[in-house]
């Protein structure tokens, strides 16, 4: 049963991330915490993450923009094993306050980074890059960050979708090694990882016919919705743990 819960979980998280760009991550991570605790769920997440990023280039591999992607990369992919490592040296009750009080945080960030006009250029990607790696190595999910910082770029619908999963998914398997390395990616959490990853990969596929016809307004209500759910859960989870 706990099986089925995540693969429903992922299939949804999975289409509405391959629609708006992320939030497959902040869907299924209390799910995952609530059944296999913390310090596992975090490693499990990072290699279903890999597979969905790989699922949202398989489904727009025409259009990634590979020097967008190379310059967040070489930054980004050492920050995340940086933050993984990090990570592995917290107790699983900070673990969960840091991860809930971030995605909540990232509701108002977002906003503001709404109301400026801001315009990134490849610099401004690689800068981004490191910042946000080595969050994305301690937290789940950096997507409220990576998005506004590849649409700043001037990537669009399907641009901007494979481009920001190519750059991700460099983090997220740097993420997983550094787990590996370290012993917590083991092969029963990797198992874990693939079964939640097979569910966002199939969402992914399902989301494509739907990205032109989703309005801005209703991914920002979604999107906010999501994090601040997702973020109370997770400062739930730890006041019981702790």
């Known amino acids: 049963m706990a099986f089925l819960f995540v693969l429903v979980v992922g299939l949804i998280a999975g289409t509405i991330s391959g629609i708006v760009g992320t939030g497959s991550s902040i869907m299924l991570m209390p799910v995952l915490v609530y059944e296999y605790g913390p310090k596992e769920a975090v490693p499990i997440m990072a290699v ?49 306050i840091a991860i809930g009080v971030f995605l909540i945080a990232m509701v108002p960030a977002r906003h503001w980074l709404a109301r400026h006009d801001l315009k990134a250029n490849l610099w401004h990607l690689a800068i981004g890059g490191a910042a946000i790696g080595y969050l994305t190595g301690i937290v789940v999910s950096t997507g409220p960050l990576s998005v506004p910082l590849f649409l700043f770029y001037g990537l669009t619908k399907g641009a901007f979708l494979a481009t920001e999963a190519a750059s991700s998914l460099g983090l997220y398997l740097s993420k997983s090694v550094t787990f590996e390395r370290f012993g917590a990616l083991t ?56």
């Open 48 to 96: 279903a993450a890999v597979m969905a990023n790989l699922s949202r280039i398989l489904a727009w591999w025409r259009e990634v923009d590979w020097k967008a992607c190379a310059a967040y990369s070489i930054t980004g992919i050492p920050a995340a094993a940086l933050g993984a490592r990090t990570l592995l040296a917290l107790p699983s009750h900070a673990v969960d």
């Open 187 to 242: 092969g029963d959490v990797a198992i874990k990882g693939l079964i939640a990853g097979s569910s966002l990969m199939f969402g992914a596929f399902i989301a494509k016919r739907f990205v032109l016809h989703m309005k801005p307004d209703v991914f920002r209500m979604v999107m906010d919705a999501i994090m601040v759910a997702a973020g109370l859960s997770m400062l739930w989870n730890a006041t019981q743990s702790s």
